[in-house]
């Protein structure tokens, strides 16, 4: 049996991918930035504050919800949202090592 695409890669590798995966689209970085910026769970705000459709901002919420970047309880007949601290967290660290891990070679091309 072959190997599959992914397992050719690093574990931290695919880790990477996923998560930017999750979150590489504009509508998912506006949510993300609303709940960050609310600070707070955020119910039904997003349609409002956003401009999308309902079902639109569900299936982005569903997208980063799969990927544990944010977290929802019910509260009554509503889904209220929040960032997932330790998936936040471990974003920060690989892309930020990722991203560190470039030196300017000063003239290179």
């Not at 880790?15 to 689209?25: F, M, N, Y």
């Not at 998912?28 to 609303?34: E, S, T």
């Not at 901002?57 to 509260?75: F, M, P, R, V, Y």
């Amino acid at each position: 049996m072959g190997l599959t695409k992914t397992e050719i890669f690093t574990q931290e590798q695919n880790e990477i991918s996923t998560l930017l995966k999750a979150i590489a689209h504009p509508a998912r970085i506006a949510i993300l930035q609303q709940i960050i910026s609310a600070n707070a769970c955020i119910c039904g705000d997003l349609v409002e504050e956003l401009g999308l459709a309902q079902a639109t901002i569900s299936q982005h919420l569903k997208e980063l919800k799969n990927a544990d970047i944010i977290k929802g309880t019910i509260e009554g007949v509503k889904v209220c949202y929040c960032i997932e601290p330790k998936t936040w967290a471990l974003l920060q660290r690989l892309f930020g090592d990722f991203m560190a891990s470039y030196i300017d070679p000063k003239g290179c091309c």
